[in-house]
């Protein structure tokens, strides 16, 4: 079914293209990923949503204070904060109102992005990044509340750390905050928006635009300083704020709590969506834009000789049903740990495909979609405790997200045969074929009868009854089934006469055809 939507800090137009295609690349040079200890495979994780809170008026992002309150901050596009609390839910009155001084003006701009200082509770610092009348210029600010519960906070306390020009064109202003694992602030700005990288600002280190900033917020007597092993500190014509560069519009990124990578979803242009994946502490690195997008070469006038570009680890075609990639974030939490440890979630702002990437344990990256979230999904975030939850554009809901499992899909298929029958007994044959794509090493086979029969006397198979419940294992010399082979093993039955056979078999745990 086709559904047109209005869009929200993403991309101003939705371009007609290919159906949506999920693609694996090459993780990025230095990634070096590992496989998560504890996670079922990709084509058997499921995800889905409970609506937990209704009310938002355009939500842009989510942060969880670090101060044992189990808070969530939520902001909301015209400039205000929302607080939501798992037992009393979202509260009626606005933790900060910053509408007098947020511009709204065209989709993309408003109050973008939030974050909480490392220690919450003792610093009580509150970042925002904005863009602000009367022209747009993206700014980031600090507040300090009297204490950490302070509500509202006052619009009065605001410190402006750093701003950046943005006139031209109303979209592409990034503003997703997040500090990292070293305690820098990590700041995402778009290209300056219009079409096509028409300010020529990706590959630009001149300009803030295009970027992923790192900041030192902690220091003293100044807004902001420069850590010193920022990779530009000290290039003649670079900003030194600059971490990364190359980028579109990376409206989300985030660190992965466990090993400190950096995942940015960049929106495209018209063609493709991307996740990048950069291994901790990985300086400088060019995203590519505006030389490629996603897997491609977008314009091959602004690609340097000898440039190395960081390879998408993650892209898919722009199409009617997926315009603009919403960034998540890589599950550490508790309560489905068994089951999407280590796993990154993100969605599209108009389909809302659910995909997980994870890196693979062989090198690269295994991605799938995982179905559908909600509709117009505009942030996903993270609890204290690690869970996930996500907000929707309109109508403006809060959801909490949880994973789940399918049944492996049946790689073999068994037959039953009665070869024989007389008045007190049976033979039976039992035949197991290997439909997978990969040998069998060792196997088990297990049924029900689902009348008196016992079984005894068995060949090719060590074959065990309890009750009902019948296994068979197999010999040393049949233990290994190729790929499209099979092995069959019997057995002596009682009692004779015509008795009902097993139709439920499994093979080393799984269900069979």
């Not at 296994?471 to 089934?481: Q, V």
């Amino acid at each position: 079914m086709r559904r047109t939507f209005g869009r929200l800090g993403v991309t101003a137009a939705v371009a007609l293209l290919a159906p949506l295609v999920l693609s694996a690349a090459p993780a990025a040079r230095g990634a070096a990923p590992a496989a998560p200890a504890a996670a079922v495979p990709l084509d058997q994780l499921t995800v889905t949503t409970t609506q937990v809170a209704s009310g938002l008026r355009r939500p842009t992002a989510i942060v969880a204070p670090d101060d044992g309150s189990r808070r969530l901050l939520i902001t909301e596009k015209a400039g205000t904060v929302r607080t939501y609390h798992p037992e009393s839910g979202l509260a009626a009155d606005t933790l900060l109102d910053l509408t007098d001084r947020v511009d709204t003006s065209g989709n993309e701009r408003g109050l973008l992005g939030i974050a909480t200082s490392p220690r919450f509770a003792q610093t009580r610092a509150l970042y925002v990044a904005y863009t602000a009348l009367p022209d747009g210029r993206v700014t980031l600010s600090r507040f300090r509340l009297d204490r950490a519960d302070q509500t509202p906070v006052p619009p009065a306390r605001e410190e402006i750390l750093l701003t950046q020009p943005h006139a031209e064109y109303p979209n592409h202003n990034g503003g997703q905050l997040a500090f990292g694992p070293d305690g820098y602030l990590y700041w995402s700005l778009g290209d300056g928006g219009g079409a096509d990288d028409v300010l020529n600002t990706g590959q630009n280190l001149g300009t803030l635009l295009g970027k992923i900033l790192r900041l030192d917020v902690g220091c003293a007597g100044r807004p902001y300083c420069v850590p010193a092993d920022n990779p530009f500190v000290g290039t003649a014509g670079a900003r030194p704020e600059i971490w990364a560069y190359g980028l579109r519009n990376p409206w989300k990124f985030s660190f992965d709590p466990q090993d400190g990578s950096l995942w940015i979803a960049d929106v495209g242009q018209g063609t493709y969506e991307e996740v990048d994946h950069l291994a901790r502490g990985r300086a400088g690195a060019n995203l590519g834009w505006s030389c490629r997008e996603g897997p491609q070469v977008f314009n091959p006038d602004r690609c340097v000789p000898g440039a190395q570009y960081v390879e998408a680890v993650f892209s898919y075609r722009t199409s009617t049903d997926g315009c603009a990639v919403i960034g998540g974030h890589v599950y550490r939490g508790r309560q489905f740990a068994d089951l999407a440890a280590g796993t990154y979630l993100a969605t599209d702002y108009c389909s809302g495909t659910a995909f997980a990437i994870r890196p693979a344990s062989g090198g690269g990256y295994a991605t799938r979609p995982l179905g559908e979230l909600t509709i117009q999904p505009t942030t996903l975030g993270v609890d204290a405790d690690g869970e996930f939850y996500l907000a929707n554009d309109l109508p403006g809901q809060l959801h909490r997200i949880s994973f789940g499992t399918t049944a492996p899909a049946a790689t073999c298929a068994v037959t039953y045969k009665v070869d024989s029958q007389w008045g007190t007994g049976f033979t039976a044959t039992v035949t197991v074929t290997n439909t997978g794509s990969q040998p069998v090493n060792g196997w088990t086979v297990g049924w029900t009868f689902p009348g008196p029969q016992r079984a005894s006397n068995w060949w090719n198979a060590v074959g065990s009854q309890q009750g009902a419940a019948v296994t068979a294992r197999n010999a040393n010399w049949n233990a290994t089934i190729a790929p499209g082979g099979s092995v069959s093993f019997g057995f002596l039955g009682t009692p004779g006469g015509a008795q009902p056979a097993p139709t439920t078999f499994t093979l080393n745990g799984a269900a069979c055809r």
